[in-house]
């Protein structure tokens, strides 16, 4: 089945700079990466996703790019701020699995004022 | 329109009961999904329901079980709970099978003692 491997665990930054986390996924069938970011007693929030028929996709700050040739994908965010701060997990599924999202381990990002 | 709801938040349960735990998707929505986290094995597949109909499973014994009903809302159900158990259920909604966005609810978090 996939697996999903995600880095780094942890990731501080300072308020303003960019942070960026990776992921790497191992089924080649793959073909749906999204993310989600988490807050501390809520759910998973789809922050961005993104198809294998695209390169990179951008909205506002956030970005994620992917390489199919090497299977990673990456969330970049710029000028973070302290309410960036949260847990992010990537994912990924494959047609016909539907639902099926395989998820990266998280990363806990904190954004120091 | 409202988000995804589960219900109930909180669950205190012993050791050999069972629970039930439900969830109302956004309107419209016929796709719901759980997953169980934990920080030990963090986000995992537990099944999906389209249309009243288990569509995929994940690797979970078979005391979890689950259903959807016409209108969309879903119940599922662990028997016999151990303490292993523990953890936060989470609940996903989508507009439709295959590809495309889950919105996540708040969860249910369950303690097993």
């Known amino acids: 089945g996939e697996n999903v491997e995600q880095h780094p665990s942890t990731l501080s930054v300072q308020e303003g700079d960019s942070a960026v986390i990776k992921c790497t996924y191992s089924?080649?069938?793959?073909?749906?990466f999204p993310w989600y970011k988490q807050e501390l007693g809520k759910g998973p929030q789809l922050i961005i996703d993104i198809r294998s028929n695209v390169g990179e996709k951008k909205d506002q700050r956030i970005a994620v790019t992917l390489n199919k040739t090497a299977k990673h994908f990456s969330l970049h965010i710029t000028e973070t701020q302290p309410e960036d701060s949260a847990v992010y997990f990537c994912?990924?599924?494959?047609?016909?699995?539907?639902?099926?999202?395989?998820f990266g381990s998280g990363t806990q990002l904190t954004v120091l004022p | 329109k409202a988000g995804v709801t589960q219900t109930p938040r909180y669950l205190i349960k012993t050791r050999g009961q069972q629970v039930t735990l439900s969830c109302s998707p956004i309107s419209g929505h016929r796709s719901v999904s759980w997953y169980q986290q934990t920080p030990g094995q963090g986000l995992q597949f537990l099944f999906e329901y389209f249309s009243e109909t288990q569509r995929n499973k994940g690797n979970f014994p078979g005391r979890f079980s689950g259903r959807q009903f016409s209108n969309s809302r879903s119940e599922m159900n662990v028997s016999t709970l151990e303490l292993g158990d523990s953890a936060l259920y989470l609940c996903?909604?989508?507009?439709?099978?295959?590809?495309?966005?889950?919105?996540f609810g708040p969860g249910t978090r369950l303690t097993v003692l």
């Open positions: 996903a909604s989508s507009l439709e099978q295959g590809i495309g966005e889950q919105f």
């Open positions: 994912a990924a599924s494959r047609s016909g699995s539907a639902r099926q999202l395989t």
């Open positions: 089924d080649s069938a793959s073909n749906y």
